[in-house]
Nanobody
Framework: QLQLVESGGGLVQSGGSLTLSCVASGSRLDSYAIGWFRQAPGERREGVSYSRRGGGPTAYANSVLGRFTMSSDNAKNTVYLQMNNLEPEDTATYYC??????????????????WGQGTQVTVSS
């Protein structure tokens, strides 16, 4: 059974950077399509980025395009989300998710069967 654990969140000033990690256990992460999501209090869960099974081209939400970069390290069974030029609007709990059923990820949460517990990102103005 795949398990995902996110880390790397924290408090950062506007304009700062953070790198989130999503470490997988129980299965190879490159066997899944991967997505990053975020959810602010009182808001719906929002897709941030996703990639296809085995890596390859990555899609980004317009709100993070040019600032966030998704990458992976298969040797470490880990996916990363590099976040630059952070804004207060980026404040949320961030989740990684994995789908065994689809070859390509999606911004739709229902696609994913496996979720991490989330890591909090807070950006101060």
């Amino acid at each position: 059974q795949l398990q995902l654990v996110e880390s790397g969140g924290g408090l950062v000033q506007s304009g700062g950077s953070l790198t989130l990690s999503c470490v997988a256990s129980g299965s190879r992460l490159d066997s899944y399509a991967i997505g990053w999501f975020r959810q602010a209090p009182g808001e719906r869960r929002e897709g941030v980025s996703y990639s296809r099974r085995g890596g390859g081209p990555t899609a980004y939400a317009n709100s993070v395009l040019g600032r966030f970069t998704m990458s992976s390290d298969n040797a470490k069974n880990t996916v990363y989300l590099q976040m630059n030029n952070l804004e207060p609007e980026d404040t949320a709990t961030y989740y990684c998710a994995a789908s065994a059923s689809y070859d390509v990820g999606s911004f739709h949460a229902v696609v994913y069967e496996h979720w991490g517990q989330g890591t909090q990102v807070t950006v101060s103005s």
